[in-house]
DNA sequence: TTCTGTGGTCAATGGCGTTGTCATAAGGTG
DNA sequence: CACCTTATGACAACGCCATTGACCACAGAA
């Protein structure tokens, strides 16, 4: 049947033949991520995009896009990676190391909170497609410039490159869900937590304010900021004029 | 209808109507979690639970379930703090602080990422169960008894836990994945990403080696290392002799 | 023994991803 | 300009999913 589409990469020789949907949409890689990105964005509960859904949004029978994507994974892989090259686009470039990771981290984190769909199932997938190398490049960059040798540059590189993927499927999750799951677990804190017996629970009971206030909030700034103290003191043993032989 | 089923807390007190299923087994909370449980062991592929296979894995017609738990979402939230109370069953009370929670963060780690389908579903989510209200008594403990004042255990236990989950779910989304997808996503460090042109990604090329080593192991346990040395940092900080007034 | 209502079953609804098949127009060719 | 090839859009169908309403058997209280 082969309705497989082409090699995602070297479509750009053969020229497309764009025949028109029936609505007049002409249907192409491009658009299709960005209707799949506009469809996540206004959010429309708990499963925004879905094959049809993005079918009827295109104003085309949801079938055409397997002409494009294989099948919804690529889809989402292509998402991914569009939003990791936006992310890229925005970050800026000078500024000492930790700054500029912090920077980064912040803004990744960012991106997809504001798309907790893609997040969920892209966060921990490897899209190999251009954005993504762009910034695997562009982050390793920081570390070894600050002074790291490639071996500790690779391992602290996908520490924090997982650090913040990690937080931000997790505060991802949490936007995702549907508004009265979403509600519940807020109110958890105060509602549960902060009732319990000091007898029974006496640390719980003596952090029950702090607690309230901290866990309605995303933990990644204060844990990003721990994780680059420690980095930092790392990077003086590594740079530390002679201390051995 | 009324199909919703009881409170869940004091279902204790009224004794169950044990009516065995046409199979003859008899259905309860803790059975149909326990099979859940098994049944997302056994892995089988991409979406291992759902309410048709858990009801045939019982013995029992799909819509049994929904005389037990309001839905699915209920029934993951019981699936997962029945992780919890395992978790928690296993791990020591003894050593310093920081030898407490590299174990209870390790242990925690490992049972998420041996029960991939839950941790994606459960790991952002409040179970406001026992076991997960004795995990958050026990963990607060731990940052108090090491010196911390109220507000910040809670802080610094939100963004333990939080590493550790959101760590949890990319590890664990990654062993979730169907075979091919996992094996394309390791392959691409050395089959994409070492192929690379120097010239137009030098820090990619020198770092091709222990990239690819470090990319297909989890980097839970470096990231948790840094982020307990800045935290050792902070709470010397607290617990210093005045340095101000 | 009778009565009550829990809880197991059946059937149906509306959604989903995906694919087999067909039809048609775009683009190259002369 | 007409022809042919084939990429690509549309349709219909399959099998899966979660959830619900109606029915009724039977366990336990009286």
Known sequence: MDRTPPQPERAIARKRRRRPTKSGV?????????????????????DALTVRRLGTALGADPSSIYRYFRDTDDLVLAVADELIGRTLAGTRRDGGWRERLRHVGEHLHATYVAHPKVALLAASRVTRRPNEIRAVETGLAIFREAGFPPDLAARHYHQFV???LGFAALDAAANALPPEAAAADRAAWTATYARLDPRTHPHISACAVPLAKTMVTSAYPGALALFLDGLEARLAEVTAPGTGR
């Open 162 to 164: 997982d650090l913040t």
């Open 26 to 46: 002409v249907l192409s890689h491009e658009l299709i991520v960005d209707t799949a990105i506009r469809l996540l964005n206004q959010g429309g509960g708990d």
